[in-house]
């Protein structure tokens, strides 16, 4: 019998001595495992955030987002939002994932991100807000049609409704659609969203 | 589906969009039949009017909606040789290419997690005696693994009902299991001695990474359970469990693409897998 069975496991490597240490010196591997390890600790999201201004590796990036994810504390979520406003498509995408998946330790900050000096986080924000329960999103992104400036922001607010809104947000979008009349593919957006909410879902809540 | 159920071209797309951002599915216009017939069996079963009201509750994922689509989807039922394209794969494609990089002295490990009551693992390690002739030249290692205790044990007992053997041909039963009657069959002790079975937690870093590495593991329809947090730990896992070059094989609706960057996808004639790279780039 060629197939042999062995009643132990072999023993896991050992992790990293200092792994706030090798996360700033190791090689890429080694700054792997140390992001690995560091995600076992809310001790380790100080490390982990110094290291995300620094961090080039696409695959480091990934496994500090996901330390930070399996923290998922307060602090976690302070560490990735500054990723939202740099010009790296990558890292805002990983920061964007990463918020995605602490969906509900980011709850408490999203009003505030909605309402960010930055239109670029303004945008991005809508997009997690789809994360939430349907009345909750609905809320929130009834806000952002009621006061937003930029158009392009309203319109990835639309898109969200599109997909989870209530029939509460049908006054915002018509009025949104007529504060920016000039925008004629905003117009379009608030027609699709309508129609599908109209066709799908009832008022979820007052 | 009656005309009432009648999804359209466009809320096809809609739907496909939705179960891959939330599970990680794929599905192309090519499976629309098996997903529609799925859909409109779940409908029925919740009253649902249209797709539209559907869709909705799906959407709200109102009283656990989404898994119980994955659910049909899945069928959530384990035999014998299930898949057995992947073990096609796995004898004629991936073995291949572990064999030539690593040293025969070192067993090929293979791991199944989870393996529920034991036919996964104990399907590779028969299909590799029928199929994979360098068998004799390799030590291999199989471990099944699951987050449930109970299911190990079962799998330990190694005794299977007539559903879970369906798919194996007779020769195949008569070679590598012993008839107890009343539809209830055993696996002979060498086959059942071949594999180990341990508990793990797939989203449990050290608790995984005390299996060591594989060549291949198989990790089917299990991702598609969790949420957005579970899914990018259990496939950080799963590479830091994979040996440099060694595969990942997901169920045939699963796609790795959209949870983690890590993996590359390769393409065999008889299933798509994911590779650990051989050099981290």
Redesign the interface.
Known sequence: ???????S?????S?PRRPAEILRVGT??ERWNAA?AL??SADGVAALQDALRTEAD??VR??I??SL??I?SPDSVAAVIPCLRVDDAQLRGGAL?AL???IGVVRPVLPALLADADADVRLLTCDLVREL??ADATRLLCDVLARETEANVCIAAVDVLA??GDAAALPYLENCAARFHQVPFLGFAVQIAMQ?IV???PV?HD | MTNETAVSVEDFSRLCEFLYRRTGMIFTEAKRYYVERRVSERMRATGSQSFNSYFARLRTDSLGEIEQLVNAFTVNETYFYRESHQLRCLSKDLLAERVKRASPAKPIRIWSVPCSTGEEPYSIAIWLLQNWPPVDTFEIEIIGSDIDTRVLEAARAGVFGKRALMHLPTDVIDKYFVALGDNQWRLLDDIRDSVHFAPVNLIDVPGTAAFGQFDVIFCRNVLIYFDDASRRVAAENLYANLLPGGFLCLGHTESMSRISPLFEVRRYSDAIVYQRPEVTP
């Open positions: 019998m060629p197939i042999i069975r062995r009643n496991v072999p023993a896991a490597p992790e890429a591997d690995r995600g076992s696409p695959k990934e496994a987002f996901t994810v399996r998922g994932d995605r998946a602490m329960p349907t997909e989870i599908q066709a799908e879902r979820l």
